[in-house]
């Protein structure tokens, strides 16, 4: 068990909807990444936060936002959701970005889909 | 723009022998390499970190070598066993600060 929680495990929705993925990080840890993983495109970066600021910013669609609030628990909004956002959405945590000894822990995921 | 590479066809062997994989990256000086461990629908795992200025890395049964005049890194499994079966991606930072993946090679341990 990493100690970083993603809800919810599944996700089921149609094109077009909205869907909203929550993280909780390790305890301790003030940084929070997502990434997408697909077949086709592997593990792609979203975007970063830290201490509840945006660090860095990956291959993120505009219909795609993010932020990470005062508890430092994170939520990836996905919206106007096309047949191609399919895919298995990743949440990690570190403890302080840019550390020469950063490494990532990753949660279970969230498996979406869209029909 | 930065790439990495990693061999997509997977690598099968047998148990008992050493398995080697590979990591190329061009168009970028990385600080430091690291890789993980990813089993079917799980997060990827932290295995080992190497910095620029090593040339080799062990832990246990693993081992990583990093050229950063071939922009290279290899990791190895010695001894390898059936559970060891899984996909490895290798991983570096970036200019976004932000670790970057490659796409993985899924290894195939058989008894």
């Known amino acids: 068990d990493s100690g970083v929680t993603q809800t919810p495990k599944h996700l089921i929705t149609a094109t077009g909807q909205r869907v909203t993925l929550r993280c909780s990080p390790r305890?301790?840890?003030?940084?929070v990444y997502w990434y997408q993983q697909s077949l086709d495109q592997g593990l792609q970066f979203l975007i970063q936060?830290?201490?509840?600021?945006?660090?860095a910013k990956g291959n993120i669609l505009e219909r795609f936002s993010a932020q990470q609030f005062p508890d430092l628990h994170s939520e990836l909004n996905l919206s106007s959701l096309e047949l191609g956002d399919s895919a298995l959405y990743f949440c990690?945590?570190?403890?302080?970005?840019?550390?020469?000894?950063?490494?990532?822990?990753f949660g279970s995921g969230t498996q979406l889909s869209v029909l | 723009s930065q790439k990495i590479e990693q061999n997509s066809e997977a690598l099968n062997i047998q148990e008992g022998k050493t398995a080697t994989l590979t990591c190329n990256y061009t168009?970028?000086?990385?600080?430091?390499l690291q890789w993980y461990r990813q089993d079917p629908g799980r997060g990827p795992v932290f295995l080992l970190l190497i910095r620029e200025n090593e040339k080799e890395k062990r832990k246990e049964r693993l081992k990583v070598t990093f050229d950063t005049t071939l922009k290279q890194s290899l990791f190895h499994i010695t001894a390898s066993q059936p559970a060891d079966s899984a996909t490895y991606l290798c991983a570096l930072d970036s200019p976004r600060r932000a670790l970057t993946f490659g796409s993985g090679t899924r290894l195939q341990v058989q008894p």
């Open positions: 168009n970028y000086s990385p600080a430091y």
């Open positions: 990690a945590s570190s403890v302080f970005p840019g550390a020469t000894n950063e490494k990532l822990f």
């Open positions: 305890s301790g840890d003030l940084s």
């Open positions: 936060y830290y201490n509840g600021e945006e660090r």
